[in-house]
Structures are given as C-alpha cells and as structure tokens.
C-alpha cells in the first residue's frame, strides 16, 4: 500500500435518527460546530491527507451535501458586491480548486460496509480512506488520516483507527484484538462489530477512519448481513485479516462523537473555548451555568 492516498470515501446516506426532528430536513453531516457543518470537517481532514477526489455516499433525498460544496454564483456575486472579501473567501475556500468531488447513490441503507462498497466504481483498486464526519477529530499537527497515512504507507498495510472507550460501551462499535502495549500502533489480531461487554475482546474501539486496500471491495460482495442486519465494514476486515496484515492505529487528537447531543455539545464547546473571539464568554457562561 505505498501509493498515496488519493481518494477518500465519506458514507453520509444515514438518517440521523438521533437528532430527529432536525435531521428530518437537515443532513446530520450539515449540523454545525460553530460556523462549520461536520462535513467540512471531515473533508479538511481529508484533504490535508493529500486526498484529490471525494467521494460521498449518499441518498436519494440528500442533496444538501452537494449543493454546500457546489458553486452559489448568486450569493458570491451579492458579496462580491458588498466589498466582503472576508466572507467570499469563505464560501469560495471549502474545497481546494485541484480537488474533485464525486457523489454516489446508495439506493437501498444496508449499512456502513454495503454503502463504502457503493464507492466501488470510483475508488478502483488502490488504497483509499474512509471518514465517517460524526467522529469529529480535533488536533493542531497532521489530520488523523494523514498520520494513518503516513503509516501506512511506510508499513504497506490497512489501517484502523482505534480508541480506548469504557467497557460498558463496546456494543456501540466495532472492536479490535490487539496488544497496544508497544507504541501507536499493532496488528490486529480480530475484529468483531458491536459485541456485548461480557464477549468484546478489549475495550479498544474503532472510530470512524480507515486507510483501506481495493481488495476490501470484494471482500465486501462477498460480506453477509451481520449485526443488526447490515452489511459490515468490520465484518470485511475481518475477512481481510485472514490474507493479510491490518494495524489499529491510536491517532494523536481527541475524538467528539458527534453523532450524539453530548459529543456535539462537547464539540461545540471545544471549539468555542479555542476561537479566541468566544472563549472567554464561552468559559464565563459554562462557570456561571455550573
Ligand atoms: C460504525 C462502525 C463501527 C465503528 C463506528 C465508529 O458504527 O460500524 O465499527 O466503531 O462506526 O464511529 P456506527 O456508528 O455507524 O453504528
């Protein structure tokens, strides 16, 4: 796996059940932290791990995503006008000018491993990430999926990005067997989805970030239904696994999951803590509130 990671997968064709009423209209991915919906996150991210093309998987019923990082003449042109360069440069920036984005239709929600396979067709067989933008990842050196990248490239193998979580919540997530003991980095003995407390073989979950070989798509049209009924991305790893090496990758940054209100809260309040024009406020707020 010593070629460059180009391209980057982002399964985005979820409901969002969790923040139902909203997401009834609003894309969970276009919820903002602050002035930036969590997609732009993620494809910054993205983009800072030398990704060119984008690619989104999404619905029938999701065109929010698109239109977001699609040219709005009518308002640039309004700006423009106005003399807010400030602002232009805002809603012109989201996407470098050499990047692409590509969107696919996964037609039918058969889960995570189901709607990366959608990506089949564009990715090809070379190595590609995948970002899942509810795990938003915050650090100030490299993106998390430049440093698995990086990793991987030098190790040429798949990578998974892996986090410590209390035991009680292994049924939330993909879990991995391995001896991190050593350092950032190890191979992965097993990996099983969402196992029960009492059967999970560690405590170390994955979170949303995966530097993948092609080969994973044929593991995948070979992949049955598993937990819940859908067709899974772990369950292709762990087919993965048995012809070769893949490393659980405990990434520099911190983790909010906000695919929940508290990780989204969480997040919110970190990244206003940061932004030097609200975290005094922000601190003033949170002590007399507490
Ligand atoms: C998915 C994966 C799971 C992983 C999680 C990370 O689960 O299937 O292995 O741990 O993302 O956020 P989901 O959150 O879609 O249920």
Known sequence: ???PLRKVVFPVAGLGTRFLPASKVVAKEMLPVL???????????????GADTLVFVTNRYKHAIADYFDTAYELEQK???S?????????RGLIPKHVRCVYVTQSEALGLGHAVLCAKPVVGDEPFGVIL????IWNRGAGALRQMAQFAAN???????????PREETQKYGIVDADMTAGRAARVRHVVEKPK?????????????????????????????????????TDAIASLLREGEVHAFRFEGTRFDCGSKLGLV???LHFALQDPALAQATRAFVAASS
């Open 133 to 136: 933008p509810d795990d938003l």
């Open 266 to 268: 969480k997040a919110t």
């Open 79 to 81: 700006l423009e006008r």
């Open 35 to 49: 002035d930036k919906p969590l997609i732009q996150y993620a494809v910054d991210e993205a983009v800072d791990a």
């Open 197 to 233: 407390p009492e059967v999970a073989p560690s405590n170390l979950a994955i979170v949303g970030r995966y530097v993948l070989p092609g080969r994973i798509f044929e593991l995948l049209e070979k992949t049955k239904p598993g937990a819940g009924g859908e067709i899974q991305l």
């Open 1 to 3: 796996m010593s070629a």
């Open 155 to 165: 190790a040429e193998t798949g990578v998974i990005a892996v986090e410590e979580v």
């Open 83 to 91: 003399g807010k360069q400030e602002l232009l440069a805002a809603v």
